[in-house]
């Protein structure tokens, strides 16, 4: 931003604060916000202006105040964001009010914009990513970085990771039996193999090892990391197999490790354990960790329940799991959710489909920094398929699937306040 152009907005909110003392306030119930993800935007577009926003968990679907000023007034109108202009003394009484021991709400500070990373090829591949699908429409910017970036510890320039729908095994997404003769698969395998020689090693498995370490050690030191889809199941596996060769002969030109199930190590994952490696190439699975194979839920009653916790005392899953329903449509992927019995006890469980023993969205501490993974490929898409249509998100503005996406693109912006769960 232009240096003229922050002079402007400093003198701008000075003079509405001494004049009016009033403030935004962008509500995120149902009822009154017709963009809730463009919300978002407006939200980190004015963090980017080194602006403080306060999240108040809890109230009005977890609705935003901001500092009131006529430029972020038309950007919320440019947008097509609902809000509110309310009064020094209104927004006062709010905060009071959400500061009361008798309700179940909190007021986050909201500091600064993270910088995003998302971790993806730069070869387009046959099917979208929902993170940058949502990152696009609710204009927020991001780069994209992959395995040299990775490797040169370029993690470090940034505070927010998203992995693209990757397969950290070296197995190429398990697409073998279907797609090993389609013209993308093979020259998806073709650019991987130059990808690995080139970083100097002999195997795609043994480059994207190299990878899944450095990605784990960038949140041991503090780093936040949200993944989706088969980069969830995927990036466990990778870190367990550590030394195991658990690739077939199709996949990396020799044969696995004999007996290479009891060599894998729990204690290296993130969120799972005791699970089976699926080892037949023919099966589009990685291994019982992923419930697609063992649901039987019909698409129309397809939901799963948001968990609600003390938004005073464990404000960091309150966070990632704001919204205006807490019941949230289900959605297919390869990874589509995690069974319960394969999830670490020390990893929360956020989103839930109890009826079928399955979870949906969780989230742990891992180190110094955190991690959030989302079972299925696309929110608004239940059986999205390789080489089906983008998800036109002007079509679900106020999608709750993409919300969850969203609380973990703002979570790194809060004030640190100590977790209790």
């Known amino acids: 931003m232009k240096v003229k152009n922050i002079i402007v907005l ?28 463009k919300a978002y935007g407006v939200t980190y577009w004015t963090l980017e202006r080194d602006l403080k926003v306060q999240w108040l968990l809890n109230y009005r679907g977890g609705s935003f105040l901001l500092p009131d000023a006529e430029i972020i007034q038309r950007e919320c109108q440019i947008r097509g964001v609902s809000f509110e202009v309310i009064s020094d003394a209104k927004a006062a009484q709010i905060l009071d009010d959400i500061a009361s021991p008798a309700v179940n709400q909190e007021a986050i500070v909201l500091e600064k914009a993270p910088k995003i990373a998302v971790y993806t090829p730069d070869s387009m591949k046959p099917w979208d990513d929902a993170v940058t699908l949502v990152l696009t429409y609710a204009e927020i910017p991001y780069e994209t970085i992959y395995d040299e970036e990775v490797l040169k510890d370029e993690l470090l320039l940034y505070d927010w990771l998203h992995l693209h729908h990757e397969d950290f095994t070296g197995q190429y997404g398990k697409f073998y039996r279907t797609f090993r003769s389609a013209a993308w698969y093979i020259e998806d395998k073709r650019e991987a193999e130059a990808l690995a020689a ?6 795609v498995s043994e480059a994207k090892l190299a990878v899944a370490l450095k990605i784990r050690d960038y949140v041991v030191g503090g780093g936040f990391m949200f993944a989706m889809c088969s980069a969830t199941d995927s990036f466990d596996i990778a870190l367990s197999a550590e030394g195991v060769d658990i690739c077939e002969p199709m996949f990396d030109g020799d044969g696995s490790d004999p007996g290479y199930q009891n060599k894998i190590d729990y204690s290296k994952t993130f969120a799972f354990k005791d699970y089976i490696l699926e080892r037949s190439p023919n099966v589009y699975e990685f291994s019982s960790i992923d419930m697609t194979t063992k649901r039987n839920i019909p698409k129309m009653t397809d939901y799963f329940s ?12 309150t966070m990632l799991t704001q919204n205006h329903t807490a019941l949230v449509k289900g959605f297919m992927g390869q990874t589509t959710s995690f069974s319960r019995d394969q999830i670490k006890s020390n990893v929360l469980v956020m989103g839930e489909n109890r009826t079928n023993g399955e979870a949906k969205y969780i989230h742990g501490i891992k180190g110094k920094g955190f991690f959030t993974f989302y079972g299925g490929h696309d929110p608004e ?20 699937g993409y919300r969850l996406i969203l609380n973990n693109v703002l979570f790194p912006a809060a004030k640190k306040k100590k977790q209790k769960t």
């Open 10 to 37: 400093c003198f701008v909110l000075l003079f509405g604060f001494e004049s009016y003392a009033s403030y935004i306030l962008i509500p995120m119930d149902a009822k009154s916000q017709k963009n809730h993800l």
């Open 198 to 203: 080139r970083l100097g090693y002999s195997k």
């Open 306 to 317: 948001l968990m609600e916790y003390s938004a005073k005392w464990d404000p960091i899953p």
């Open 381 to 400: 898409d239940y059986t999205h398929k390789v080489g089906d249509p983008k998800t036109e998100l002007d079509l679900h503005p106020t999608s709750p």
